[in-house]
């Protein structure tokens, strides 16, 4: 026996058949062919399937150039030379962070310091009295153009002091 209507005529399907399952952005999952109203359908989210793999490739590809380019690119105003550094001037600058960079090769230890919405990095890698280690994030620094005083404002007021900086 068959189990076609045409020829079985007593043939009846046990089940019927199950809905497709519709992913939206993958082609709409009618992946059965034949009927006019799938192929409308496909050709609906055909856009959605040729530009899905596009998109996700410029998210990959503009997170690889992100990274690439953090570590390549060197830090906005990152000031390093002993001369600029005796000659800047600052009244009441803040710390706001310090972090070092201790790599094999080179030491770079680091004050972000400034007033609101203009800062300066500074690297002390070069500096020889450890200044880098009496300073605290909040602290003012005070230094006179030339000078290599720098008077430094605890923000408790119980550890203000002088430092006289050296470089190698």
Do not use: C
């Amino acid at each position: 026996m068959s189990n076609t209507p045409q020829e079985n005529p007593y043939y009846r399907p046990v089940h019927r058949e199950r809905a497709k399952l519709k992913i939206p952005g993958f082609g709409g999952g009618s992946t059965s062919g034949g009927g006019k109203r799938s192929r409308e359908k496909r050709s609906d989210t055909d856009i959605y399937v040729k530009l899905l793999p596009l998109i996700i490739v410029a998210i990959v590809g503009y997170g690889i150039y992100d990274t690439l380019s953090a570590f390549k690119g060197k830090k906005r105003n990152l000031i390093d030379d002993p001369q600029t550094i005796q000659e800047m001037n600052w009244k009441q600058e803040k710390v706001f962070k310090k972090y070092a960079d201790l790599s094999p090769r080179s030491q770079h230890y680091y004050l972000v310091i400034g007033q609101e919405g203009h800062t300066k990095t500074i690297d002390f890698g070069r500096e020889k009295t450890e200044f880098w280690d009496k300073v605290d994030p909040f602290n003012h620094l005070t230094k006179a153009p030339g000078s290599l005083n720098v008077s430094i404002d605890a923000y408790d007021n119980s550890r203000d002091q002088v430092v006289t900086m050296k470089f190698e």
